[in-house]
């Protein structure tokens, strides 16, 4: 039994003309494509009025058995999707960005979202990819019982950010000056 799984997809990017002033492009991923073949570089696809599509890479996406629960989040959309990290190519090369990885987890993508160095951006999860990762969350998927935590037992009223309390602190400064 194989712990994890790889599957080699193709990144398709879109690069659409803005009208702003400080930005003349917005470049966002837009699709995956199962299957495809390694690319040289970025490579055109389709192009529209103002809009131009390429397939930027073909990275491998990997599934694991410790991340199933973030599989199940991106299948449970409506429609299943999975997530893009584009990052900025330091090099200075034709294209402004790379294809850092793509994931299926909704858990892992939510990290790179809050680093909001990256663009990160979900495209729906091609039917042939769909299939592959419910087999796989089928195969590893174990749902966590929800187990109530028992609280503390801290007295909130004695440590209250980092000082003592008040009605305590004056019966100290009595002691400390010796009329307590």
């Known amino acids: 039994m194989a712990r994890t799984e790889t ?45 131009t599509q390429f397939h930027a890479a073909t990275v491998t996406v990997d599934l694991h058995p410790a991340e199933t629960e973030g599989y199940v989040v991106a299948l449970q959309a409506d429609p299943p999707r999975l997530w893009v990290v584009l990052r900025a190519d330091e090099n200075g090369g034709d294209f402004p960005y790379k294809v850092h990885m793509v994931t299926m987890s909704a858990y892992r993508a939510q990290d790179y979202m809050d680093s909001a160095e990256e663009i990160v951006e979900a495209v729906p ?20 019982p929800f187990r109530k935590r028992r609280r503390d037992e801290v007295k909130v009223e004695e440590l209250k950010f980092g000082k003592e309390p008040i009605f305590q602190s004056g019966s100290r400064v009595a002691r400390e000056d010796g009329d307590g």
């Not at 592959?132 to 998927?141: L, S």
Request: proline letters at 11%.
């Open 125 to 144: 999860m091609p039917a042939p990819m769909i299939a592959w990762v419910e087999a796989f969350v089928a195969e590893h998927f174990v749902a966590e």
């Open 7 to 51: 599957l080699d997809v193709g990144v398709i990017v879109e690069r659409r003309k803005l009208d702003h002033p400080w930005q003349e492009w917005s470049w966002r991923p837009v699709a995956v494509v199962p299957g495809a073949p390694p690319v040289d570089g970025w490579k055109k696809t389709v192009s529209g009025d103002g809009w």
